[in-house]
Nanobody, 124 residues
Framework: EVQLVESGGDLVQPGGSLSLSCAASGFTISTSSMGWFRQAPGKEREGVAAIASSGLTNYADSLKGRFTISKDNAKNTLYLQMNSLKPDDTAMYYC??????????????????WGQGTQVTVSS
């Protein structure tokens, strides 16, 4: 059974940092495209960062320089390091897995498996 389990969400002050993890099971992330998405209340789900099976990365333009996606193939785990957090970053964050032959874009149709999400709240 394929599973993606996110963790690391928390309440953090503006300007702070947070690291999210996504533990995968039932498949191998090394041959998959992996992505992080987020969804704030009343808004559509949006892509944050994605990483190809090769390790090449893709970021939403508005988040470049603040967020870093990485993975540990040996641990079958995906990560998202978030720095200089802003209240607008408040959302449920989801990890997703898709076909490793595809470029890791931000279209939700590219991803076959999704986690349940972890809540990130940025507030003073």
């Amino acid at each position: 059974e394929v599973q993606l389990v996110e963790s690391g969400g928390d309440l953090v002050q503006p300007g702070g940092s947070l690291s999210l993890s996504c533990a995968a099971s039932g498949f191998t992330i090394s041959t998959s495209s992996m992505g992080w998405f987020r969804q704030a209340p009343g808004k559509e789900r949006e892509g944050v960062a994605a990483i190809a099976s090769s390790g090449l990365t893709n970021y939403a333009d508005s988040l470049k320089g603040r967020f870093t996606i990485s993975k540990d193939n040996a641990k079958n785990t995906l990560y998202l390091q978030m720095n200089s957090l802003k209240p607008d970053d408040t959302a449920m964050y989801y990890c997703a897995a898709g076909d490793g032959r595809l470029w890791p874009g931000f279209s939700t149709w590219q991803y076959n498996y999704w986690g349940q999400g972890t809540q990130v709240t940025v507030s003073s």
